[in-house]
C-alpha cells in the first residue's frame, strides 16, 4: 500500500470517497492511503451512510484529519474489516500517548464526547475508506472531542498511522500469499 501525506488543505464534503480520487490528487495508482487536514460537511445528498441519512444527521467540523483508503478489487467485507482495523490502529496509537479512548464499531469516543466519523462502501471499481478525526470542535452537531484537546499534532499523527497501516496491509497480503490452499 502507497501512501502520501497531501500537505494542501482539502474540504471533505463526500465527493472525495470516490474511485481514483487518490491517484488524481497525488498519483499513487493501486492499493492507497492518504491524510489531509481541512474542515468536514457532508450533506445528506453526500451521505453515503444510509442511518445518518434517515436520521437527517450531516456531519460537520471545522478542522478535521482526514484519512482516505482506496484498495482493489471492490469488497465491501474487506473494506469494513479494513476500516474497523484502522480505527483500532488509531485508538492504540493514541493510547500509546496516554488518551483513552472507547471504540464502538467503527466510531472512537472520549466519554461521550465522539472523536471520529468513518465510513467504508465500494464503487464498481474499489472499496473505499474515508475516517476523519476531529482537530477542532466548534459548532459541531454532537458533541465531539478533537486531537487539539489532547495536544496530538496533527502531521505527525497521520505520517505515523499511514506508516503502520502501509505495515499492516502488507503484513496482510504476506499472510495471504504464504498459505496453500486445502
Known amino acids: 500500500m502507497k501512501t502520501k501525506l497531501i500537505d494542501q488543505t482539502i474540504k471533505y464534503d463526500g465527493s472525495q470517497?470516490?474511485?481514483?480520487?487518490?491517484?488524481?490528487?497525488?498519483?499513487?495508482?493501486?492499493?492507497a492511503a492518504v491524510a489531509f487536514i481541512g474542515p468536514c460537511e457532508v450533506k445528506l445528498d453526500k451521505m453515503v451512510d444510509?442511518?445518518?441519512?434517515?436520521?437527517?444527521?450531516?456531519?460537520?467540523?471545522?478542522?478535521?484529519?482526514?484519512?482516505?483508503?482506496?484498495?482493489?478489487?471492490?469488497?465491501l467485507l474487506a473494506a469494513v474489516h479494513l476500516q474497523r482495523l484502522t480505527i483500532s490502529m488509531i485508538k492504540?496509537?493514541?493510547?500509546?500517548?496516554?488518551i483513552n479512548l472507547?471504540?464502538?464499531?467503527?466510531?472512537?469516543?472520549?466519554?461521550?464526547?465522539?472523536l471520529s466519523v468513518s465510513i467504508a462502501t465500494v464503487s464498481t471499481l474499489s472499496s473505499l475508506i474515508h475516517i476523519g478525526l476531529n482537530i477542532e470542535t466548534k459548532n459541531t452537531p454532537v458533541a465531539t472531542v478533537g486531537l487539539s484537546n489532547f495536544k496530538v499534532e496533527p502531521k505527525a499523527f497521520?505520517?505515523?498511522?499511514?506508516?503502520?497501516?502501509?505495515e499492516e496491509y502488507?503484513?496482510?497480503?504476506?499472510?495471504?500469499y504464504k498459505v496453500k490452499s486445502v
Open 17 to 31: 470517497l470516490r474511485p481514483h480520487f487518490i491517484y488524481e490528487q497525488t498519483g499513487l495508482l493501486g492499493d
Open 170 to 176: 502488507q503484513s496482510i497480503l504476506k499472510a495471504t
Open 50 to 75: 444510509l442511518e445518518d441519512v434517515r436520521d437527517q444527521a450531516p456531519i460537520y467540523s471545522p478542522k478535521m484529519l482526514h484519512f482516505l483508503v482506496e484498495t482493489f478489487p471492490a469488497n
Open 102 to 114: 472507547m471504540r464502538s464499531g467503527d466510531d472512537l469516543y472520549q466519554k461521550e464526547k465522539k
Open 158 to 166: 497521520a505520517k505515523k498511522l499511514l506508516a503502520h497501516l502501509a
Open 92 to 98: 492504540d496509537n493514541l493510547a500509546k500517548e496516554k
